[in-house]
Nanobody, 126 residues
């Protein structure tokens, strides 16, 4: 059972990246999925979440209008499309999954999540 996050890299300010979060050993249909990020020396912050019914919740105001989250249950994968990237978006990005019976529920708090990916580095140069 694991989550595999991928797609990070180095990009210039204004550029785009698409992160993927693929589950193995369990079915993402029954899970909400969130993306978090962490900068060294700072607390991890919730960024965005997708509910089981593919709703979106934002937990970081600065990414609204630039980041979108989507899910492909057939591929057991959740995506984070990031556009107009800024240097302050530089961080290690983690995906996480929480099992829930509620189709509409999302959470920006990491404490209740069941599974975490290993993190993927996103670096935005100015």
């Amino acid at each position: 059972v694991q989550l595999q996050a991928s797609g990070g890299g180095l990009v210039r300010q204004g550029g785009s990246l698409k992160l993927s979060c693929t589950a193995s050993g369990f079915n993402l249909d029954n899970y909400l999925v969130g993306w978090f990020r962490q900068v060294p020396g700072m607390e991890r912050e919730g960024v965005i979440c997708t509910s089981r019914d593919a709703g979106t919740s934002y937990y970081t105001d600065s990414v609204k209008g630039r980041f979108t989250i989507s899910r492909d249950n057939a591929k057991n994968t959740v995506y984070l499309q990031m556009t107009d990237l800024k240097p302050e978006d530089t961080a290690v990005y983690y995906c996480a999954a929480e099992k829930t019976i509620f189709s509409y529920y999302c959470s920006g708090y990491g404490t209740n999540y069941d599974y975490w990916g290993q993190g993927t580095q996103v670096t935005v140069s100015s």
